[in-house]
């Protein structure tokens, strides 16, 4: 791990740099002394390789101009590092850098949505996918995502022939679920039967539990795909949220060349700055990666200690996610709202997390809250601790 900071605790220094750059419901933007296990990105710090590829380049001082699709580096890099980790046949062709991978969702949305398209979506899931359709007049149709559902059927209920793209989250903010394989590929077919797009955002792909595997979309025979978006982002594997950068990977070149006239970056109008696109290279190398497996290694600890606290408390119960360091844990048996519970735990138990409100997630996300375990050990068994006399305290 970086010279600043270990898994197991986060020194006064680090807090003391939280607090002034970590914003999105996180360090910077509470009351000092409450906990955040809210927003999804990590207290982890950077991995060294990374911070080291930036300062590599700097050392010949030229910030000019890059290609409005994205460096070749990145391009290439996006496609090596697919095919490598995501059992994937991309080209770097197909590769477009974009800022994040949210605006990878709105510029999907904002491709190929007219005003009055149908959207499907899944209930609960991020409000990203909700908002990028609604950025551009879409209607939304949610299927239900709750576990233990059949998706393909619940997808099929919500089409039309005014459906114009479903939008994929996987693996899944918030219930850290994967699609199987078998229920990807029937997802897949029923879309191009029905000649529909789709925009599979996998941000959260990297980090996955006891070996699981997620499949990518472009692990499918290319039939499958020709209408099919995949979004990729370096926030969450890499806790690089603050140098905005991602990647949009089009069913073909074509499409790339779409996208980067439809953001305006033949226009230098948008654009990703190439040094983010520096550290996303220098994140999808080898050295990163191995860095990033010791993250894993933690996390899953983090995650099986959640599982151990939640099976102890009487009013909670969750499914363990199979991927993401997000944890959706029911709290009905409280008999409070979420929002009860969450302001409780921040106004009495100086403990941050996420309600689950139709807001963040939509109308099935009620009953639940969401922790973020991307910290340290000393972080998170605080948080626990407060969150146990949260609770009892009702
Ligand atoms: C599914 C999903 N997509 C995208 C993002 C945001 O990623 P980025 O920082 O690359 O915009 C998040 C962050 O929580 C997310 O959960």
Redesign the pocket.
């Known amino acids: 791990m970086g010279k600043n900071g270990s898994f197991s605790r986060l020194t006064d220094e680090n807090k003391k740099t939280l607090r002034s750059r970590a914003f999105n419901f996180r360090w910077a933007t509470l009351e000092s002394g409450v906990i955040p296990l809210t927003?999804?990105?990590p207290d982890i710090t950077v991995p060294s390789p990374i911070i080291e590829g930036i300062q590599e380049y700097l050392k010949e001082p030229y910030l000019s101009y890059g290609p409005a699709e994205g460096l070749p580096d990145f391009c290439q890099g996006v496609a090596d590092f697919y095919n490598r980790h995501k059992n994937s046949d991309v080209k770097p062709e197909e590769v477009f850098a974009i800022n994040?991978?949210?605006?990878?969702?709105f510029l999907v949305a904002q491709a190929v949505i007219e005003p009055g398209d149908e959207v499907i979506i899944a209930d609960p899931v991020?409000f990203?996918?909700e908002r990028s359709v609604l950025a551009v007049g879409g209607v939304i149709k949610r299927f239900d995502r709750r576990p233990n559902t059949s998706f393909l059927e619940a997808i099929k209920e919500q089409y039309s022939t005014k459906t114009k793209m479903l939008s994929l989250?996987n693996p899944h903010?918030p219930t850290g679920e994967i699609f199987d394989r078998h229920t990807l590929e029937a997802i897949l077919k029923w879309a191009k039967e029905k000649d529909i797009y789709i925009a599979s955002?996998e941000?959260?792909s990297d980090i996955v539990y006891n070996g699981a595997t997620v499949h990518s979309v472009r692990s499918f025979d290319k039939s499958l795909t020709e209408k099919v978006f995949t979004?990729y982002?370096?926030?969450?594997s890499f806790g690089l949220?603050g140098l905005?950068?991602?990647a949009l990977i089009a069913p073909n070149p074509e499409w790339r060349e779409t996208m980067v006239k439809r953001s305006y970056a033949a226009d230098t109008a948008y654009g990703v700055a190439t040094l983010s696109q520096i550290g996303a290279i220098a994140a999808m190398q080898d050295a990163s990666w191995s860095a990033f497996q010791d993250i894993l290694q933690h996390y899953q600890q983090n995650r099986d200690w959640i599982t151990q606290f939640v099976d102890s408390m009487h009013t909670l119960s969750a499914i363990p996610p199979k991927a993401t360091y997000l944890y959706w844990i029911n709290i009905e048996q409280t008999g409070h709202s979420a929002d009860f519970i969450v302001e409780h735990l921040r106004n009495k138990h100086a403990l941050a997390v996420i309600p689950g409100n139709p807001t963040f997630f939509g109308p099935r996300a009620e009953g639940h809250i969401r922790l973020s375990f991307a910290t340290t050990t000393d972080v998170l068994e605080e948080g626990l601790k407060r969150l146990r006399k949260g609770l009892e305290s009702l």
């Open positions: 927003a999804a990105d994040s991978a949210a605006s990878g969702m991020d990203l996918l989250c903010n955002d941000i959260w979004v982002g370096y926030s969450k949220a905005r950068i991602g």
